[in-house]
């Protein structure tokens, strides 16, 4: 999850202006982020880029972007093997080499991580400037 806090101070000092173009960059930087995970995430099935999701808070400025499955913990730091037993039934059923297979335990070797969110952190990070400068243009 990325998280994107702009320290305001007292707003009420601030020209209209500015105020708007603060709110308009906040949105588009979150959206920034948005695609850029989404770009940068895997994609075996598609869920883990469907689930990717902004969350804006315009009175607070406060944006955060991250996927909502619950694994994504997992693809981003990686796995140590470990051993995988069936919770609901007596065996796990998957295909391999065309083969259907039934057992009681895999010993899985683990996954190497794939941080797709820091990699997205440190892209929004170096578009920050250039965000600023054209909301800040266009608002004017």
Same mark, same amino acid.
């Given at each position: ?5 702009? #320290? ?5 000092? /601030? ?6 173009? /603060?709110? %308009?960059?906040? &949105? +588009? /930087?979150?959206? %920034? ?5 989404? !770009? ?5 099935? $598609?869920? /883990?880029?469907?689930?990717?999701? @902004? ?8 944006? #955060? ?5 619950? &694994?994504?913990?997992?693809? +981003?730091? $990686?796995?140590?093997? *470990?051993?995988?037993?069936?919770? !609901? ?5 998957? #295909? ?7 057992? !009681?335990?895999?010993? *899985?070797?683990?996954? @190497? ?9 440190? #892209? ?9 400068? +054209? @909301?800040? @243009?266009?608002?004017?």
């Amino acid at each position: 999850m990325i998280k994107i806090k702009i #320290e305001k101070g007292d707003l009420t000092v /601030l020209t209209r202006r500015f105020e708007l173009a /603060l709110r %308009y960059f906040l &949105y +588009e /930087l979150a959206g %920034y982020a948005e695609q850029e995970m989404i !770009r940068q995430a895997p994609q075996r099935t $598609g869920k /883990l880029r469907r689930s990717i999701r @902004k969350r804006v808070n315009m009175a607070r400025l406060e944006a #955060e972007v991250g996927p909502d499955v619950e &694994y994504a913990v997992w693809v +981003e730091t $990686g796995t140590r093997p *470990h051993v995988i037993r069936p919770v !609901r039934a007596r065996a796990l059923r998957f #295909e391999a080499g065309g083969e259907i297979v039934f057992t !009681r335990l895999v010993r *899985h070797p683990g996954t @190497k991580p794939n941080p797709f969110v820091q990699r997205t952190a440190d #892209e929004t990070r170096r578009q920050v400037q250039r965000l600023w400068r +054209e @909301k800040w @243009k266009e608002t004017a």
